[in-house]
């Protein structure tokens, strides 16, 4: 028995588009919908406490799809003065019928990819239909795979505001990411100006357990959509209470980090983004609404990614055949 290892530069080498992990994403949330899917909550272990996690995320997705994996991926808060991305991690790729596992990739390419994908999904149901102008705070790996979501899915995207609090992650983001969207990518001073005036705001800076939020209800336009990655870090109580629809990506996972104190100041979600995929319940219903999509980030998001590499790879023979 043999098993595929794709390493992190073989992921990138089978060069997957965003539209196809879009595509993939909402696929597996419809299916999610549906009940086509298992998914327990993330398991979770702290080796030094807070800033650092491990979690488990597995998944099985029915339909034609027919995919079981299990990403296991790390966190630690503080990989940054090391000169470490902050997330690493694995993700294993099983045989539904014989429960062997047929590979092995490295994650940090699927964990940004899919949850830009996540968030563009959540923009096609829940967001404005043409989105001209979009912020992003936090300009990390995060803020770089939603902008390329974005720009995948709105077209006519003119201006992308960008805020961090950290100047030279601003300017490195803002010189790497004009040339990748091929619209104007301007850095801005606060994270006021970013967000007001802005038609879709992706924030994806800290996610502590006890947030210290600083954007407001009244940043919002009318029909504008908030997309934190960054759970309820960036938010204010009244922002998070105020728009007309909060909607998160699984209701079992938000349970999951309340019981562990998250999310203490945030009203129950009227959906999952599977029940609005499926058609379960509504999405946007007016021009003006002011929405919210919580993407946590799932196990089922993963398992579609990692499929559409698995796949990739054996077509092309790409990656390293190890015995079991
Ligand atoms: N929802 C998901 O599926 C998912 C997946 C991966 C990561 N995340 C979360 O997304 C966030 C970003 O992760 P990343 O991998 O891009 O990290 P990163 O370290 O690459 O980037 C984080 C950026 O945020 C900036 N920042 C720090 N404090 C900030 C603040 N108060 N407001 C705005 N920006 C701030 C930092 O200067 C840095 O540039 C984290 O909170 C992480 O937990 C979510």
């Not at 966190?75 to 902050?86: C, E, Q, R, V």
């Not at 601003?170 to 969207?181: A, T």
């Not at 079992?252 to 129950?268: C, I, L, V, W």
């Not at 599977?274 to 509504?282: D, I, N, Y």
Request: glycine share 10%; net charge negative.
């Amino acid at each position: 028995m043999k098993l595929l290892y794709l390493s992190r530069a073989d992921v990138e080498a089978l060069d997957v588009s965003m539209g196809q992990v879009i595509d993939a994403v909402e696929a597996g949330f419809k299916l999610k919908g549906e009940g086509k899917t298992q998914m327990p909550p993330k398991t979770a272990i702290h080796p030094r406490g807070d800033g650092t996690f491990l979690h488990a995320m597995p998944a099985y997705i029915g339909g034609d799809m027919d995919l079981a994996t299990l990403k296991w991926v790390g966190g630690a808060d503080d990989n940054h003065k090391l000169g470490l991305p902050t997330i690493s991690g694995l993700i294993v790729v099983n045989d539904p019928d014989t429960m062997f596992p047929l590979a092995i990739m490295d994650c940090i390419w699927v964990t940004a990819m899919r949850t830009g994908a996540a968030n563009a999904v959540a923009m096609k149901y829940l967001g404005p239909p043409d989105a001209q102008q979009v912020a992003v705070l936090g300009c990390g790996v995060q803020g770089r795979s939603n902008l390329v979501a974005m720009a995948a899915h709105y077209p006519n995207i003119k201006r992308c505001r960008a805020w961090d609090p950290n100047a030279d992650a601003l300017s490195k983001y803002v010189g790497e990411m004009g040339e990748r969207v091929g619209f104007e990518v301007e850095p801005v001073d606060s994270p006021e100006s970013a967000v007001r005036g802005s038609d879709v705001i992706v924030t994806a800076g800290l996610s502590p357990r006890d947030p210290e939020p600083y954007i407001p209800f009244e940043w919002l336009e009318p029909g504008a959509m908030a997309a934190p990655v960054d759970y309820n870090g960036s938010w204010m109580q009244d922002a998070l209470q105020g728009v007309d629809k909060l909607v998160v990506d699984d209701h079992a996972q938000m349970d999951y980090y309340r019981n562990k104190g998250y999310f203490a100041n945030t009203p129950r979600p009227c959906a999952d983004l599977g029940e609005v995929v499926a058609g379960l319940k509504p999405g946007r219903e007016r021009d003006d609404e002011i929405t919210m999509s919580m993407c946590m980030g799932i196990a089922v998001d993963d398992c579609v990614t990692a499929g559409i590499l698995y796949k990739a790879a054996r077509e092309r023979a790409v990656g390293t055949e190890l015995p079991l």
